[in-house]
């Protein structure tokens, strides 16, 4: 493996020689050095701090304020992997936004890649930041920050509408100049025809196999739920004695494309 540091020509390099991308969330630089030994390529801030690390139900109470400080730790693990940070709930919402919000986390947090949820919606914010030279990552399927919009953290795209909708919104985010798309919680089937049909890799989490990649909470994977944990996630310490062996086991799953297995996928 090499040691450079990974951006997102590396990314869409692996995706050409269909090599799988790993991904996890991390919110500290203890758990940064943890990730980095373990070889994963992409580390993300996610707005899920807010509900494993900060106790809340839904990622909607996290400022910008607090993602640029979880990232400025992060950033202080981190040497090779790419660090992706989330806008937090209504920042991708306007361009100008988007902008502060970029700037803090890039300065400020270290972040190299912005994550946003939404479709249509936020297509003139994507074009904004990419041509100011911010690199942009989608979130498309379930969007936790629309919990209350959507009534719960349901499974999307079952029905051919949405699932039209999700195909069709995936392709304009990759045209106005996203560089990766993150595809929650969507049936598998269409989690691999919308990789396949892309240029950008799309990293799955509850999308199958048949993605370019792969990311988790890192909570979920070390069995650290607060209540039930998603099916679609695995216990990689279960029978492990640490946590460098389960991240090590998390990287190797998913590199040979044993994570997600059936019991794991939606179909
Ligand atoms: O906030 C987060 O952790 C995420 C992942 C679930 C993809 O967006």
């Not at 707005?47 to 910008?64: F, I, R």
């Not at 981190?78 to 992706?84: E, V």
């Amino acid at each position: 493996m090499s040691a450079a540091p990974i951006s997102v020509a590396t990314l869409a390099a692996m995706k050409a020689r269909g090599e799988r991308i790993t991904c996890l969330t991390c919110y500290d630089a203890s758990f940064a050095r943890l990730l980095e030994a373990a070889g994963v390529d992409m580390m993300l801030v996610g707005d899920s701090l807010g509900m494993v690390v900060q106790g809340h139900d839904t990622t909607v109470p996290v400022t910008l304020e607090q993602m640029a400080y979880h990232c400025a730790c992060v950033a202080r693990g981190r040497s090779r992997a790419l660090l992706i940070a989330d806008f937090p709930f209504l920042v991708g919402a306007t361009p100008e936004r988007a902008l502060v919000g970029a700037a803090r986390l890039m300065q400020e947090g270290g972040a190299q890649v912005v994550k946003l949820e939404g479709g249509a919606g936020v297509l003139e914010t994507v074009r904004c930041l990419t041509t100011q030279g911010v690199p942009v990552c989608g979130h498309l399927g379930l969007m936790p920050q629309s919990v209350n919009l959507i009534g719960g953290y349901r499974f999307q795209g079952r029905d051919t509408d949405s699932a039209e909708t999700i195909a069709r919104d995936a392709l304009a985010l990759q045209e106005a100049g996203a560089s990766l798309l993150v595809l929650e919680c969507v049936p598998a089937a269409l989690a691999q025809q919308i990789s396949r049909s892309l240029r950008i890799p799309v990293i799955g989490i509850g999308a199958g196999a048949g993605c370019d990649g792969q990311v988790l909470v890192v909570y979920d994977m070390l069995g650290l739920n607060r209540g039930r944990p998603p099916r679609f996630s695995r216990d990689f310490l279960a029978g492990r004695d640490s946590v460098p062996a389960a991240l090590a086991a998390y990287v190797a799953a998913v590199r040979d494309g044993s994570f997600p297995g059936p019991a794991e996928t939606a179909y």
